[in-house]
C-alpha cells in the first residue's frame, strides 16, 4: 500500500490515501485484538471478551459463556470484514484520482507549447544586427536627337513593251513596278496609251509584295470586205503616287527624367514618350545620400529598340542599370 504515496499528488487523492492508510491500521488493531483474544486462558478470555461484546447492542444475557465467545469473535471478524471492504473501495478511489491527476498534469498548457521555443531563443546567443546598406542619391536623364519626319507625294508610272496585234486577233501583257525602300504607295492603276486601229481593251492594277503590277489585253479590228485592216497596237503603262519620307534630326539636351533615393529596392524612371525623341543614351548619376561628393556619371547606351543593361560599381556599392520600353531600373546588387 504504501507504493500508492508516489500517486498522491492532489488534495482529494492525498485525502483517499490518508482513509486508506486510517482503514488499514484500523483492521490491523481488529486483527491483532483477535489473536490476543485467542492467545488468553479459558478462564480470563470470557471476561477479556465481555468488553466487545458490550459494543454491540446484542442480548447475551441467556447465552452460555462459549456462545458469548463465540458472538463476541464473530462480530470481530464482522468488523474486519466491513473495513476491508471500505479500505478496498477507498483504495481504489485513491488509484482513481491519481490516475487522473497524473494525466491532467502530463498535458502541457497552451502556454507551455511556445515555452520551449521561447526558452530556446532565450538561450541563443544575440547575433549582431547586419547593418543597413548605405543609401544613394539617383537622379536620371536622357540623351539622344529629335527626329524630323517629312513625306513628299511624288508620281510614279512605268511603261511595258508596245503590244501590236492583227484584224480580229487578241493578246494580253503586263508591266511591274518595284516600290523603292523607305517609299509607300499612295495611289496605283493602269492603263492603255498609243492604241491604235484597235477595237477593245482593258487594264487593272494591284499592290503585290514591294510592287505595283498591272496586266491588260488589246483586240484588233473585224475584217472588211476583201480588206483586213492591220496594224494594231498599244502600250500598257502602270501608274500612280508615292509617299516619300526623308527625316532630319538635330541633338537633344539632356532630359532629366527623375531622382530618388536607392538602398536595398530597385527605383525605377519612366523616359518620356515623345514620339519625336530618339533615345540613344540613358545616364545616371549617383552618390552616397547626405553628403557634399560630386555625383558620378553612368551612360548606359540603348538599341534602336531602347533596350541595353550594365552593372559598374560606384562607391563600393555595385548597380545594375536596366533599360526597356522607355522604363529605366536601378539595383543595388547586395552581397
Same mark, same amino acid.
Given at each position: 500500500?504504501?507504493?500508492?504515496?508516489?500517486?498522491?499528488?492532489?488534495?482529494?487523492?492525498?485525502?483517499?490515501?490518508?482513509?486508506?492508510?486510517?482503514?488499514?491500521?484500523?483492521?490491523? &488493531?481488529?486483527?491483532?485484538? =483477535?489473536?490476543?483474544?485467542?492467545?488468553?486462558?479459558?478462564?480470563?478470555?470470557?471476561?477479556? !471478551?465481555?468488553?466487545?461484546?458490550?459494543?454491540? +447492542?446484542?442480548?447475551?444475557?441467556?447465552?452460555?459463556?462459549?456462545?458469548?465467545?463465540?458472538?463476541?469473535?464473530? =462480530?470481530?471478524?464482522?468488523?474486519?470484514?466491513?473495513?476491508?471492504?471500505?479500505?478496498?473501495?477507498?483504495?481504489?478511489?485513491?488509484? %482513481?484520482?491519481?490516475?487522473?491527476?497524473?494525466?491532467?498534469?502530463?498535458?502541457? *498548457?497552451?502556454?507551455?507549447?511556445?515555452?520551449?521555443?521561447?526558452?530556446?531563443?532565450?538561450?541563443?546567443?544575440?547575433?549582431?544586427?547586419? +547593418?543597413?546598406?548605405?543609401?544613394?542619391?539617383?537622379?536620371?536623364?536622357?540623351?539622344?536627337?529629335?527626329?524630323?519626319?517629312?513625306?513628299?507625294?511624288?508620281?510614279?508610272?512605268?511603261?511595258?513593251? *508596245?503590244?501590236?496585234?492583227?484584224?480580229?486577233?487578241?493578246?494580253?501583257?503586263?508591266?511591274?513596278?518595284?516600290?523603292?525602300?523607305?517609299?509607300?504607295?499612295?495611289?496605283?492603276?493602269?492603263?492603255?496609251?498609243?492604241?491604235?486601229?484597235?477595237?477593245?481593251?482593258?487594264?487593272?492594277?494591284? !499592290?503585290?509584295?514591294?510592287?505595283?503590277?498591272?496586266?491588260?489585253?488589246?483586240?484588233?479590228?473585224?475584217?472588211? %470586205?476583201?480588206?483586213? +485592216?492591220?496594224?494594231?497596237?498599244?502600250?500598257?503603262?502602270?501608274?500612280?503616287? !508615292?509617299?516619300?519620307?526623308?527625316?532630319?534630326?538635330?541633338? &537633344?539636351?539632356?532630359?532629366?527624367?527623375?531622382?530618388?533615393?536607392?538602398?536595398?529596392?530597385?527605383?525605377?524612371?519612366?523616359?518620356?514618350?515623345?514620339?519625336?525623341?530618339?533615345?540613344?543614351?540613358?545616364?545616371?548619376?549617383?552618390? +552616397?545620400?547626405?553628403?557634399?561628393?560630386?555625383?558620378?556619371?553612368?551612360? %548606359?547606351?540603348?538599341?534602336? &529598340?531602347?533596350?541595353? =543593361?550594365?552593372? =559598374?560599381?560606384?562607391?563600393?556599392?555595385?548597380?545594375?542599370?536596366?533599360?526597356?520600353?522607355?522604363?529605366?531600373?536601378?539595383?543595388?546588387? %547586395?552581397?
Amino acid at each position: 500500500m504504501w507504493n500508492a504515496i508516489g500517486y498522491v499528488t492532489t488534495g482529494l487523492t492525498l485525502l483517499a490515501f490518508a482513509i486508506a492508510v486510517g482503514a488499514w491500521v484500523y483492521r490491523s &488493531s481488529l486483527a491483532e485484538r =483477535q489473536k490476543s483474544l485467542r492467545a488468553l486462558p479459558e478462564a480470563d478470555r470470557a471476561k477479556a !471478551l465481555q468488553a466487545d461484546i458490550s459494543f454491540f +447492542p446484542v442480548d447475551t444475557e441467556h447465552l452460555t459463556r462459549e456462545q458469548k465467545v463465540a458472538l463476541a469473535m464473530e =462480530q470481530i471478524k464482522a468488523r474486519e470484514r466491513r473495513f476491508n471492504t471500505i479500505a478496498k473501495v477507498v483504495a481504489f478511489i485513491a488509484v %482513481l484520482l491519481a490516475g487522473v491527476s497524473a494525466y491532467a498534469i502530463s498535458r502541457p *498548457s497552451p502556454s507551455d507549447s511556445t515555452a520551449p521555443s521561447e526558452k530556446h531563443a532565450d538561450a541563443l546567443p544575440d547575433k549582431p544586427n547586419k +547593418p543597413d546598406p548605405p543609401a544613394y542619391e539617383v537622379r536620371a536623364s536622357v540623351l539622344g536627337k529629335r527626329v524630323k519626319v517629312s513625306t513628299a507625294t511624288e508620281p510614279f508610272s512605268k511603261p511595258a513593251p *508596245s503590244t501590236d496585234v492583227g484584224c480580229e486577233e487578241g493578246k494580253g501583257t503586263s508591266v511591274s513596278y518595284d516600290v523603292p525602300a523607305g517609299v509607300t504607295i499612295a495611289s496605283h492603276n493602269a492603263r492603255w496609251d498609243n492604241l491604235n486601229n484597235i477595237k477593245s481593251h482593258e487594264a487593272h492594277s494591284e !499592290l503585290k509584295d514591294r510592287a505595283v503590277v498591272a496586266t491588260g489585253s488589246i483586240n484588233g479590228l473585224d475584217k472588211q %470586205l476583201f480588206n483586213c +485592216p492591220g496594224g494594231g497596237h498599244g502600250t500598257l503603262v502602270v501608274f500612280g503616287t !508615292l509617299n516619300r519620307s526623308t527625316e532630319s534630326s538635330e541633338p &537633344s539636351p539632356a532630359i532629366a527624367i527623375g531622382t530618388g533615393e536607392v538602398r536595398k529596392d530597385t527605383v525605377t524612371f519612366s523616359a518620356p514618350s515623345d514620339a519625336d525623341l530618339r533615345i540613344e543614351t540613358y545616364r545616371i548619376e549617383i552618390r +552616397p545620400k547626405g553628403t557634399s561628393s560630386a555625383f558620378t556619371p553612368v551612360d %548606359l547606351p540603348v538599341s534602336e &529598340s531602347g533596350v541595353g =543593361q550594365i552593372q =559598374q560599381t560606384q562607391f563600393g556599392t555595385a548597380f545594375r542599370i536596366e533599360a526597356s520600353s522607355r522604363t529605366l531600373k536601378v539595383t543595388p546588387v %547586395l552581397n
